[in-house]
């Protein structure tokens, strides 16, 4: 089975806020990117987070990046912040919040409880990347990929695919992306 991706890079900046709804509400999966090197775009998350809550699909596939991680000189967001927020923010999107946005309206669920609270308990997969050296940035891709095939199959004799789990095993640069 092949996987197509359609990729939008939507626009970081506040002031475009409501042109990039439209292009995430019905998109099957997100990535969050923050910049390590900037404080500010790691504190705007939980605003897209609650973006997320209020307009995407109720079973998008999340997943957390921190970017530039070459940039270890400029480095002013560890990567244990990521690690935390990525923890807490699965509650966030998981949980019981999400019933008031649009999400409760495209019930009923592909994912499913299963699903929610695996985010919920592991929170959202998360990984550090640089699109300057490429380190983890095909594994983004391919874990979505994978996740968003499993879904699709869903077939019982396939072995069970675990986002968190592939991305802890692939992911590169544990060790090297501390500041
Ligand atoms: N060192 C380094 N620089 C990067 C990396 N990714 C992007 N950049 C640089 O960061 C700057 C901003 O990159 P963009 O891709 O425009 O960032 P963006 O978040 O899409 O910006 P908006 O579209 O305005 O939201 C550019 O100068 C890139 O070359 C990276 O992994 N490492």
């Excluded at 921190?66 to 923890?87: H, I, W």
């Excluded at 699903?115 to 391919?142: C, H, W």
Aim: aromatic share 8%; net charge positive.
């Amino acid at each position: 089975m092949k996987v197509k991706l359609q990729i939008w890079d939507t626009a970081g900046q506040e002031r475009f806020r409501s042109v990039t709804h439209a292009y995430y509400r019905d998109a099957h999966a997100l990535l969050l990117l923050y910049d390590v090197t900037n404080k500010a775009s790691f504190d705007n998350i939980q605003a897209w987070l609650t973006e997320i809550q209020e307009y995407a699909q109720h079973d998008v596939v999340l997943m957390l990046l921190g970017n530039k991680v070459d940039s270890a000189q400029e480095r002013v967001v560890r990567r244990e912040d990521g690690e935390k927020l990525a923890k807490v923010s699965g509650g966030t999107v998981g949980g019981a919040g999400r019933l008031g946005g649009r999400a409760a309206a495209a019930a009923p669920a592909r994912l499913g409880a299963a699903g929610t609270s695996r985010l919920q308990e592991y929170g959202l997969p998360f990984m550090e990347t640089s699109a300057k050296t490429g380190i983890n940035v095909d594994l983004a891709f391919t874990a979505i990929a994978k996740e968003l095939k499993q879904r699709c199959t869903k077939c019982p004799s396939e072995p069970c695919f675990r986002l968190h789990d592939y991305v802890k095993r692939e992911g590169r640069g544990a060790a090297c992306c501390h500041p």
